[in-house]
């Protein structure tokens, strides 16, 4: 079923620009007819294969592979490309992509830079409206998709008006949020984030706090059930679907904790929750509960499989094996987290307890999850003075990272090209500058630490063709739209 349209608030006399070229067409498999595709290599898994074509059904789902000499020649042929699994970003801020640029000058004195960063946030915060949030939106999946992202996992935490009253409709934003991701062609993990107070941890207050608290934790659960079902209702299951997050665990009371795990427990929703970045929000944490964060939501129930800390930076060696021995996941944001000038998370010491690592674009200062990928392994080279510290070869274990491990994060059915899965993929000019004379042996370490975002040709998602030549059918309206709000939001 398709949502609900939204008629636009723009005025009418108010024109976006068009593509200068012609638009690419719409291509997929059509209902009960099969589709394949044979570039010259395709990564199943654990390396780069030829002369293999792989097929989707009618519902856009792997149906098989074949070396089969028919099959070669019915499927699509893709020359001088490779196929990849797309990528899944499971961590985003969406509306975050209108502070691009806007946080990076250093303050009057040298403690001023995270307040004028706060302030850049909390000045949009006050000013978005929904049409913008819708815009801003689209133009953050857009740019995830020219990078090879299939599915992104949106941490939707701004909830109401902009003078902090409610919406007539409280889901209002994250209905926009939904509307943009199935306008653009993503796939969408929609986060709802409960918070009831303004965490001490937190980078940012001030007017942002106005948008962001709910009343209670029992009125947020409704809010999120009330969100699955229309969410249930309106889109296929694997296209959009709702998660719970917190924004903080200072962002709740001990017994909102516990209603809020116990609703995501009992819908079997995926957990998120954002960790402390400083020492001082885990200091705060120790003050009220009398013990660590995570070991704080481990007692509470909230740490198993389907449980993701973002970020992770003062994780001690005790929460380690805690969310290693509970198949935890933790998703980093190496690009935010070095752009507001963070510790990474202890990688290697995880992978090791047997946690998983997503990754997750965060605060849109560059959307490029290959990029976060070998800046996660060029954080763990300077710190060690050596290469190989996750594995002799990292480029298979960053892109699993990328990939499964996010799918996992998020609750999603892609993240490989696996038989059943969806044909999600995007595919890669072999004869691009960055990757020219890759074989097969080298080509997976070339994408993950040489890839150029020009490079990437095609994305596909349920067997249907988003990006073509490198190129959004709508990009040219999407880009514009965005070009406006950005003009009223920071006049």
């Known amino acids: 079923m398709s949502p ?5 608030s723009r005025p009418p006399d108010v024109a976006s620009p068009r593509p200068s070229a012609a638009a690419p067409k719409v291509v997929g498999v059509q209902p009960g007819a099969e589709m394949g595709w044979l570039p010259d290599c395709v990564y199943t898994g654990e390396k780069f294969e030829t002369g293999l074509a792989f097929f989707a059904d009618g519902l856009g789902r792997i149906s098989r592979f074949s070396r089969e000499p028919a099959d070669l020649a019915v499927a699509r042929r893709l020359p001088g490309q490779a196929a990849l699994p797309g990528l899944v970003n499971a961590h985003s801020h969406a509306f975050h992509r209108t502070l691009r640029g806007r946080g990076e000058l250093r303050g009057r004195t040298e403690h001023d830079a995270p307040p004028a960063a706060s302030e850049a946030h909390d000045r949009v915060a006050a000013r978005l409206s929904g049409e913008d949030y819708f815009d801003a939106a689209r133009m953050a999946f857009l740019e995830m998709m020219l990078s090879g992202i299939t599915c992104v996992g949106e941490f939707h935490y701004l909830r109401h008006q902009a003078d902090g009253s409610p919406w007539p409709d409280p889901n209002f934003l994250a209905g926009e949020i939904l509307r943009a991701a199935h306008d653009v062609g993503i796939r969408l993990a929609l986060l709802h984030v409960g918070a009831t107070r303004v965490d001490p941890a937190a980078a940012s207050s001030g007017l942002a706090s106005a948008r962001v608290l709910a009343a209670s934790a029992e009125r947020f659960v409704r809010e999120t059930e009330s969100l699955r079902v229309y969410a249930e209702k309106n889109y296929p299951g694997d296209e959009a679907w709702i998660g719970v997050a917190a924004l903080g665990v200072g962002a709740l009371s001990l017994d909102e904790l516990r209603v809020v795990g116990n609703y995501a427990h009992t819908q079997r929703l995926r957990l998120h929750v954002q960790l402390p970045v400083l020492g001082s929000g885990v200091d705060a944490c120790v003050r009220e509960h009398g013990r660590r964060p995570v070991a704080l939501l481990g007692e509470l129930g ?5 449980f993701t800390a973002v970020h992770g930076a003062q994780l001690n060696e005790d929460e380690v094996k805690l969310l290693g021995a509970a198949r935890a996941i933790v998703c980093a944001c190496p690009t935010a987290e070095r752009n507001s000038g963070l510790t990474p998370a202890p990688v290697a010491e995880l992978l090791a307890a047997g946690a998983g690592v997503a990754l997750g674009s965060d605060r849109q200062a560059q959307i490029n999850l290959l990029a976060d990928a070998r800046l996660l392994d060029y954080a ?15 480029a298979p274990v960053l892109f699993h990272a990328a990939t499964v491990t996010g799918a996992r994060s998020l609750g999603a059915t892609g993240g490989a090209l696996e038989v059943g899965r969806p044909a999600d993929f995007f595919t890669v000019n072999l004869y691009d500058p960055s990757l020219a004379g890759s074989d097969a042996g080298t080509l997976l370490s070339n994408v993950v630490f040489s890839l150029e975002r020009r490079a990437i040709r095609d994305v596909w998602i349920g067997a249907r063709l988003k990006i073509a030549n490198g190129r959004h059918v709508d990009q040219g309206g999407i880009v514009g739209r965005f070009v406006e709000v950005q003009q009223r939001l920071w006049a």
């Open 380 to 394: 763990l080279r300077v710190t060690s003075e050596k290469r190989g510290v996750l594995t002799p070869d990292p």
């Open 302 to 306: 909230w740490i198993d499989k389907r």
């Open 4 to 8: 609900p349209e939204r008629k636009s």
